[in-house]
């Protein structure tokens, strides 16, 4: 059974940080293509940041500078580092994971990231 559990979110104060885990199960997550997408109330679901391995990353212009995507193979865990947040980063944050073998598609749960003095 595939998983994707999320944790890390909360609530922090504009400028402050926070850490994302998404920790998978249940496929090869070595070989997979991992990202973290975010929905805010109101608005569509959008890519924040992806990794295919240390090497190969892609990230929103939004976060650009602030955000770094990670990920450890032996944990099969993925994280998001999140610096100098903003309020416009509330968001339910998401893990998404792609195998590149079949192109099967998987979703976590989500974590709530609420910016807010």
């Known amino acids: 059974q595939v998983q994707l559990v999320e944790s890390g979110g909360g609530l922090v104060q504009p400028g402050g940080s926070l850490r994302l885990s998404c920790v998978a199960s249940?496929?090869?997550?070595?070989?997979?293509?991992m990202s973290w997408y975010r929905q805010a109330p109101g608005k569509e679901r959008e890519l924040v940041a992806g990794i295919l391995d240390a090497r190969i990353t892609n990230y929103a212009d939004s976060v650009k500078g602030r955000f770094t995507i990670s990920r450890d193979n032996d944990k099969n865990t993925v994280y998001l580092q999140m610096n100098s947040l903003k309020p416009e980063d509330t968001a339910v944050y998401y893990c998404k994971a792609i195998q590149r073998n079949s192109g099967m598609t998987y979703w976590g749960k989500g974590t709530l990231v609420t910016v807010s003095s």
């Open positions: 249940g496929f090869t997550f070595s070989t997979a293509v």
